[in-house]
């Protein structure tokens, strides 16, 4: 029996802000869904120069992976602050109680795709 693989092509990621916001409002990463099943989620998201991903966050019970796609993101969790380019990743586990985000300091669009598993509650603390 053949089964019909779901497929999204890089030419088809839209970056967009999320409904009901504007880019005068909302300074952070730009995203696009590609999958979410009933246990996974992949988004790609785009940074733009000088804005930070999202506002420093943690999660009690999620883990985020990160895998940068395009450009140079810095990664910083609590005190701890590390460059990332094109093939490099970093995980922020649950339950570190230290605040993570990622930001831009270049002059050029930088990109990512975050994995992580799906919760029915969210569990961000800012």
């Known amino acids: 029996m053949a089964v019909d693989l779901e497929i999204k092509r890089s030419s088809e990621i839209k ?3 999320p409904s009901g916001r504007s880019s005068d409002d909302y300074p952070y990463a730009l995203s696009d869904k590609i999958f979410s099943t009933k246990q996974l989620s992949l988004y ?4 733009r120069p000088g804005t930070k ?3 420093p966050h943690f999660h009690k019970d999620l ?5 940068v796609t395009k450009g140079t993101l810095e990664a910083v969790e609590g005190e701890s602050r590390v460059t990332l380019s094109k093939g490099d990743s970093v ?6 109680g230290e605040k993570h985000y990622l930001e831009n ?3 050029s669009d930088s990109e990512f795709l975050i994995f992580k598993m799906r919760k029915s509650i969210d569990d961000v603390a800012y």
Do not use: L, M, P, R
């Open 15 to 17: 970056h967009t802000i």
């Open 44 to 47: 790609s998201e785009k940074v």
């Open 63 to 67: 883990d985020e992976i990160i895998y």
């Open 105 to 107: 300091n270049t002059d």
């Open 53 to 55: 991903a999202s506002a």
């Open 91 to 96: 995980c922020f586990y649950a339950g570190s």
